[in-house]
Nanobody
Framework: QVQLVESGGGLVQAGGSLRLSCTAS????????MGWYRQAPGKQRELVAT??????????NYADSVKGRFTISRDNARNTVYLQMNSLKPEDTAVYYC?????????????WGQGTQVTVSS
């Protein structure tokens, strides 16, 4: 059984920084794309950033709203994906979820973390 555990959320003032972490555990062969999504109150869940597997080039992709402020990275040895968030704005307030595409004995599935709250005060 695969589990994703997130950490690093919290309350920060506008202009501040936070780093989110998401670690996968359980039995699996590999992790393909790793990513972060967020959902603000009353809004749909949206993509924040993704990073491909190193074997696929390790390319990154960002939502326009976070380009230049957020950086996604991965540590394959630790099965962990990070999201460094700088110059935070009140509109970044949301619950942040990690999403990993993981290859198990049953095939390729997308797994979600439980979510971590990020609140940016003005």
């Amino acid at each position: 059984q695969v589990q994703l555990v997130e950490s690093g959320g919290g309350l920060v003032q506008a202009g501040g920084s936070l780093r989110l972490s998401c670690t996968a555990s359980g039995t699996f062969f590999s992790i393909n794309v790793m990513g972060w999504y967020r959902q603000a109150p009353g809004k749909q869940r949206e993509l924040v950033a993704t990073v491909a597997a190193i074997t696929s080039g390790g390319s990154t992709n960002y939502a326009d709203s976070v380009k230049g402020r957020f950086t996604i990275s991965r540590d394959n040895a630790r099965n962990t994906v990070y999201l460094q968030m700088n110059s935070l704005k009140p509109e970044d307030t949301a619950v942040y979820y990690c999403n990993n595409q993981i290859v198990t004995t049953r095939g390729l599935y997308a797994y979600w973390g439980q979510g971590t709250q990020v609140t940016v005060s003005s």
